[in-house]
């Protein structure tokens, strides 16, 4: 071989290494915006939760290498959990990021997500609310873009109400119980009422409804009616400083803590520490336990956290009820994209097709098991009809310093009680907006 020959192969082969790393493609990107709320009156909760979708992203991005090699990439929108900047923030991200459109929006809020209930349709951006938002976007016939996953607000008392049943040796023990559902005074507050007198109607309970003004700082003249008319069991649907506030007034009235049972959103850590030792023994219910102990928490401890990239600067709260919230999310989200991408590809995902892999979402006990999500997450299975897809809680108890689960697995709601009311509600949604709900064959047919 020729010195010229030689040297014309050493300059082409160091052409072809320096050109390779221009050559490569950048890796695929799906954009994530999160309305996150740090900061305000709610951010003791606000943190945990966002901590468990953000640690969430990171695994699947280091250890999975992303969700089938599309790198996950997300945005911080900071809303106070204030209607309005979150609809704001909504606005400003909501044409994606470094050309990856956006597949799914967390609202992360009762009144944020209803605020944007019509937006997102508009837009073509599914809405995932898990343990809030609007009941009757469980039908998506009629909410195409809302998906009330999990477990909605109706769930959650026909669940409290089926875990009353056990205690007492059955529905049929229900007949002639008072149940008083001390309720925070707003539309969050007064969401359970229609099920419950539903739910009283058919298993013969007395059904007693006691607002509470918000912020609910002085509950003293409730529980002086509870102390006189004596119900069985009290049905707590708070928010913030309401939770401790009413377990500590029922202490001191004589109520046992005992046969209270908190919503969702009365059910966390926040919710019991500030009402020290007298909230030992109280409940909650809720579709997102408490503990460090299911697998996929053992994971992101070992890849995450014990190597300092969690995003929770108070590591007490990994494992937390507010932080297996965020990572609840996360996973339904993550899962949804999976599914997307098995009908359209391993890339980045639009709105239009995240609302296609949220309607088909599928986790089974082999998936949650492959996860390692079993017994975190409840088996869900999604369709056109069926925005919620589980309908099932667990019931925590405090002991004084954590939860502990109490229930015998997930406590079912009855569903096939609830969603025909549930439909006829939605049908007249839909008349009153003029909308003309989709059928599932139509639905399924404009997929393809």
């Known amino acids: 071989m020729s010195r010229l020959v030689r040297a ?29 709320f740090r900061v305000g009156a709610y951010a003791s909760s606000g943190i945990p939760s966002w901590a468990g ?58 009144p944020v997500s209803k605020a944007l209930t019509e937006k997102s349709v508009a837009d073509k951006i599914p809405l995932v609310t898990t343990g809030y938002g609007r009941t009757e976007a469980i039908d998506g016939r009629v909410f195409p873009y809302s998906f009330t996953v999990l477990f909605s607000f109706w769930s959650e008392a026909s669940s409290a109400v089926n875990y009353i ?17 001390v309720y925070h005074d707003s539309p969050y507050g007064k969401e359970t009422q229609t099920p419950l007198a539903l739910l009283a109607k058919t298993y013969g309970f007395e059904d007693i409804q006691i607002p509470v003004p918000h912020p609910g700082n002085d509950q003293s003249a409730q529980w002086a009616r509870i102390r006189q008319i004596k119900p069985d069991w009290v049905f707590l649907r708070g928010w913030g400083v309401m939770t401790p506030v009413a377990i500590k007034t029922a202490a001191k009235t004589g109520f046992p803590v005992d046969h209270i049972i908190g919503g969702i959103w009365s059910g966390s850590e926040e919710d019991v520490r500030p009402a020290g030792s007298v909230g030992k023994g109280y409940l909650a219910i809720t579709p ?15 890849a995450i956290v014990d190597k300092g990239k969690s995003d929770l600067k108070d590591l007490k709260s990994f ?15 993550v899962e949804a994209i999976r599914t997307a991408q098995a009908r359209f590809g391993n890339r980045p995902i ?15 006990e082999d998936r949650l098991r492959a996860i390692g999500a079993e017994g975190l997450v409840q088996p869900l299975r999604l369709s056109i009809k069926d925005h919620e897809g589980g309908g099932a809680g667990k019931v925590l108890q405090w002991d004084g310093a954590k939860w502990t689960i109490v229930s015998n697995g997930w406590v079912k709601s009855d569903r096939e009680l609830l969603l025909p009311l549930i ?12 909308i003309t709900p989709r059928s599932v064959d139509s639905a399924e047919a404009a997929a393809q």
């Open 53 to 110: 979708v953000i640690d969430y992203f990171r695994y699947i991005n280091e250890i999975e290498g992303g969700i089938n090699g599309v790198k996950l990439i997300w945005d911080e929108c900071e809303t106070e959990w204030a209607v309005e900047k979150g609809v704001e923030c909504y606005e400003r991200m909501k044409g994606g990021k470094d050309g990856s459109p956006v597949p799914i929006f967390l609202p992360h809020g009762d």
């Open 423 to 434: 439909y006829e509600r939605a049908a007249a949604y839909a008349k009153e907006k003029g």
């Open 165 to 181: 049943a056990e205690q007492v040796g059955g529905k049929d023990k229900l007949k002639g119980l008072k149940i008083a559902t």
């Open 319 to 333: 494992g937390s009820v507010y932080y297996n919230s965020g990572l609840i999310e996360a996973i339904i989200s």
């Open 288 to 302: 997102f336990p408490a503990s460090q102990d299911f697998e996929i928490l053992k994971k992101i401890k070992a």
């Open 350 to 364: 639009t709105g239009a097709e995240g609302q296609w892999g949220l309607e088909h979402l599928v986790l089974d």
């Open 8 to 36: 014309l192969r050493a300059t082409a082969l160091a052409a072809s290494l320096c050109a390779a790393p221009a050559a490569m493609a950048e890796p695929a990107k799906q954009y994530f915006p999160l309305a996150t």
